[in-house]
């Protein structure tokens, strides 16, 4: 069930209602009522531009079960909505700031987890992240709100996957460029059986519960920086690139990664994709793989990509307790005019 501890008071999600306990200890079941057909998932707080305090309340929508709505509450209302806003999400899960943008994570009947951006009262038509190989079928949360955490400019969430569970984590290396990663593998077992329950950071120490139906039993996990073991095979994807010039065509011709001197038995590979759609391929046939021990940048080529977009997949193959340190991308295309 979700709650959050705000301004002092504490507001929990209550079906078609949010509940709430003041701070001085009043409890009051149905604070808030949400309009018709709308039940409550996720909340967080929100500062519009034309000021005051607000909660944006992810809803699941009865009314039309293949779209969420956020609702705007200014905390004061008893019933309606400042506002309500469309998300192209059948069974939304989530909701939460990352930098100047919202996040909204959920499912849809393509077995796909889709994360889509809200900034201010708009958002996006498509996904920004997409997590493949989801069962749209189930019952139970596939990312449940108390597998949630926020840290400085990373936000970290649980995901149950047919083939890839895990803690996925969505950062901004630079402002405005989030990335996505699967970050933490709960067991070295088969993880399409594994089903997360719940996250929380002590410290320097990250637990993790969750449920691995390779042995059916329970477990709580600990991850720390003291003796990692990193996945075998990380994957980053970037958002769609542009190049400033969303209009207009271009032919994308070279990629540079910089990152910390590259460990032994190390590598990263790219691979590359001219929308959210498509399937990911190899940026060149000959060259795709950083894998030189030591190195701290170097040069790809881009053969085959033309286009107004394209997106990067990069793989991570990791050794033990050592792995690759990714610290800038930089793409470079030429702008296609036509006259």
Request: aromatic letters at 12%; glycine letters at 8%.
């Amino acid at each position: 069930m979700a709650h959050l501890v705000y301004n002092g008071e504490l507001f929990i999600a209550n079906g078609n209602y949010i509940a709430r306990v003041s701070n001085q200890g009043n409890f009051v079941d149905k604070s808030f009522t949400l309009p018709t057909g709308l039940r409550a998932v996720d909340f967080i707080p929100m500062i519009l531009t034309s000021g005051g305090d607000y909660l944006a309340i992810l809803c699941s929508d009865t009314n039309n079960p293949t779209q969420s709505q956020v609702v705007i509450w200014d905390m004061v209302a008893t019933s309606g909505a400042l506002a309500k806003i469309r998300i192209p999400i059948a069974k939304p899960q989530w909701i939460q700031k990352l930098g100047t943008h919202f996040l909204i994570g959920g499912v849809n009947p393509n077995n796909q987890f889709e994360i889509y951006a809200m900034t201010g009262l708009i958002a996006s038509d498509t996904p920004v992240f997409i997590i493949p190989n989801v069962d749209y079928t189930l019952t139970r949360p596939v990312s449940p709100v108390t597998t949630k955490y926020s840290v400085t400019n990373t936000f970290l969430f649980g995901v149950e996957g047919k083939t890839k569970s895990g803690m996925y984590a969505i950062g901004e290396p630079i402002e405005d460029r989030p990335a996505m990663v699967l970050l933490h593998r709960f067991n070295t077992s088969y993880y399409g059986a594994h089903i997360p329950l719940a996250f929380i950071v002590v410290n320097d120490a990250r637990y993790v519960s969750y449920y691995d139906g390779n042995d059916a039993t329970y477990y709580v996990r600990l991850a720390n920086g003291r003796n990692p073991t990193y996945s075998s095979q990380a994957i980053l994807e970037t958002l769609l690139f542009d190049g400033n010039a969303p209009y207009l065509d271009k032919s994308w011709d070279l990629i540079q990664i910089g990152t910390l001197p590259l460990p032994a038995l190390t590598s990263i590979q790219i691979e590359a994709r001219a929308n959210t759609i498509d399937t990911y391929q190899s940026i060149n046939e000959i060259s795709d793989t950083y894998s030189t021990t030591n190195a701290e940048s170097q040069d790809f080529i881009i053969q085959g990509f033309n286009g107004k977009f394209i997106q990067f997949r990069l793989k991570f193959i990791s050794s033990g307790a050592s792995c690759p340190q990714l610290r800038w991308i930089n793409v470079k295309g030429t702008l296609n005019y036509l006259f």
